[in-house]
């Protein structure tokens, strides 16, 4: 599976958008991108996945690269509650598996 | 609600201890798949199921069982519980072929003395 690079952490402010960015300069045409995240002691949790085109849904907005050697996921108004590691990870879907591979992530701290 | 429950949530066994860690989902999803998380290790799949009585590995499955007799449910179980599978457990389930979406239980923190 292809690698993706993640800021160790980012800072928000409350009600403020947050932007966390992904690379995966090695993504091979049939990789999707998947993002999940983690709540202290919770298990992870599903965000948004997408393949060429930007992607929004009610939890956050999804910004793909043209080349797509990279990505963004966007919180838009960022909660106390979205407090959490994010973590953006590649993955075929003709892998009948579907094991995520979950590297370091984005540990996301959100400030009142 | 849509969710995966698994119990127990919290188990202190010792060596040697049968035990089975019970997942279920009530999102009529086909695939479920079972996790251990470790420091340092992130996530790493232990078995996975794409159907009623259709099983896999994955890349640890050394010590550990699985069986999928009903769809919403997939339960794990350690025959002979060692010290090395202290570990926090997760069962994920998704709708169908690709597993674009998966949906995690809460986790089972085990431990094995």
């Known amino acids: 599976d292809a690698k993706t690079t993640q800021p160790n952490s980012m800072e928000s402010n409350e009600e403020e958008p947050v932007h966390l960015p992904c690379n995966h300069s090695?993504?091979?045409?049939?990789?999707?991108i998947h993002w999940y995240r983690q709540l202290p002691s919770q298990g992870p949790e599903y965000v948004i996945h997408g393949l060429t085109s930007n992607v929004n849904n009610r939890m956050a907005s999804l910004a793909i690269a043209e080349d797509r050697k990279s990505s963004t996921l966007i919180l838009h108004r960022a909660t106390l509650r979205d407090a959490a590691v994010y973590y953006c990870?590649?993955?075929?879907?003709?892998?009948?598996?579907?094991?995520?591979?979950f590297g370091q992530g984005t540990t996301l701290q959100v400030k009142p | 609600e849509a969710q995966v429950t698994q119990n127990p949530r919290y188990l202190i066994t010792v060596t040697g201890k049968k035990l089975t860690v019970t997942c279920s989902q009530n999102m009529n999803h086909e695939y479920m798949s079972w996790y251990r998380q470790d420091p340092g290790l992130g996530l790493r799949q232990i078995y996975y199921?794409?159907?009623?009585?259709?099983?896999d590995k994955g890349d640890v499955p050394e010590g550990y069982k699985v069986s999928r007799k009903e769809k919403r449910n997939f339960p794990l179980i350690l025959e002979s519980p060692s010290p090395n599978q202290t570990s926090l457990y997760f069962c994920?389930?998704?709708?169908?072929?690709?597993?674009?979406?998966?949906?995690f239980g809460p986790g089972t923190r085990l431990t094995v003395t």
């Open positions: 090695t993504i091979s045409g049939t990789d999707y």
């Open positions: 994920a389930s998704s709708i169908g072929q690709g597993w674009y979406e998966q949906y």
């Open positions: 199921s794409m159907n009623v009585e259709v099983t």
């Open positions: 990870i590649l993955r075929r879907p003709s892998s009948n598996t579907g094991k995520l591979i």
